[in-house]
Structures are given as C-alpha cells and as structure tokens.
C-alpha cells in the first residue's frame, strides 16, 4: 500500500476541531514549560512526549469513517473503531522514532547550534519513523 | 509573555502535525504523526532562548522516558479498541492514565 497525501482528507476537520487541537497543544506545551520551572528540566522533559496528538486524531478518524459509511446507508462503527486502532498502530510505531529523535536532541545540543540540531533529529524522527512503518508492513504482508 | 508564545507556538506546531497527519493515508502511516515531535519542538525551541542548551539537552534525555511511556499507551489504546471494543476516545483518554504512570514511575526509578 502507497503512502498518500489527500488534502480532502484535512479539509473535512471542522474548525472547532481545529480550535480544540490548538488549544490542547499550546496547553501541553505551557504545563510543560511550568512543570519544568517549578520541578526541572528532567521532570519537566517528560510532558514533551505527551500524547498531545494522538486523542483528537483517533477521534476525528473515526468520526469521519462513520460518516463516510452512513453517506453510503451503511453502519460505520466497526470500521470506525478499527480506523482509530490502525492510527495507534501507527503512533506506537512513532513512539520508537520519537525515542530516537530524543536521544539525538539530547546527544547533538551541546556540540550543535540549536537549529541544526532540531532539524538534524526531525530528519531522524522522519527517516527512523517511515523504515520502521515499511519494516512493520512487511513483516505483516510475510505472514499473510 | 513566555508562557503566552509557548501557547500560541505549541497550539500551531500541534495543530499543524495533527492536519498534516489528517490528510495522510493508509491511516497506519497517519498515526506515526500521534508520535510526532510536535510539543517537543515547540518547547524546546523556546527553552534554549530562555534557558540555554543544556537545560533542553536534559529535557530531552527525560523525553526518551515519555517517548517509552508513549509507545505503552498507543499498544494499550490499540489493546482497547480492538479487543475490548471501546471508542477510540475513550480508549485514549483512559490509556493516558497509564503514560502517566510509566513516566512517572521512570521519573521515579531511574531519572531522579
């Protein structure tokens, strides 16, 4: 299966979705920032791998697939609640690059300028996170 | 002032990774986009003009602790919708019960 990239698919987010992402999002980031200040950086650290993202897309996902079916006269719930366990598949998978870009924010700043090493472990999270997808999606069409 | 660009920042980095990860598909590829760097960019960013690089390189050592604590809660979410039937919204807001546990309790056991 290819990867991609439907902008119809974004258009559908109503704006009050939209609206409730950035408020969450920019909330996560202030308790981070206020955790790290009342308790340290190392606690404070935790919250930057909180799942931030994942809740209001696994929604959305599947709001939209059961809406998608009942335009068709079908019932969507199932395929809905199994759209929504794929993007975990997929966000349990991004886990294992986000350690890894973690681990190369933590390693290069010190020895980089910070914007180098921003872009240098987001390339790492990119690169680390699509091998670790393909790798997954083959071991599954192996087994079929 | 700080803490109001840390919200409009992080509200727009998240917002961004969430649309992006939106308009992607197979829906597996979509949800490497839960696990994007979003607030870490946003906040880090921010931390190296405030605080200097080393106290961000420390935010990000205990980030492989959340990371970890992160992959736990995805499974456990996916646990939940396929075997137990549950809502993925329910699902992921219950689950965040245990990445508050698993990063704590690394916090706990082993970064403190």
Sequence with gaps: MHVRFDIRAAAKTKWYELLVRFVFGGGITVIAGLLAKRYGPVFGGLFLAFPAIFPATATLIEKHERERKAKKGLCGKERGRLAAALCARGTEIGSLALICFAIAVWKLAPMLNFAATLAIALAIWLGTAFLAWRLQRKHICSRI | ?112
């Design chain 2, 1 to 112: 002032m700080q803490f109001l660009l840390r919200f409009v920042i992080g509200g727009l980095v998240v917002s961004l990774f969430a649309m992006f990860g939106d308009a992607l598909k197979p829906k597996s590829f979509a949800g490497l986009f839960g696990a994007a760097p979003s607030v870490a960019l946003a906040t880090l960013a921010i931390t190296v003009a405030s605080d200097g690089k080393a106290y961000a390189s420390s935010e990000a050592c205990s980030m492989i602790a959340g990371a970890v604590a992160l992959g736990l809660y995805a499974w456990l979410t996916m646990q939940l919708i396929v075997r137990w039937r549950w809502h993925g919204l329910t699902a992921a807001l219950i689950a965040l019960a245990v990445w508050f546990g698993c990063a704590l309790g690394i916090w706990l056991g082993v970064l403190r």
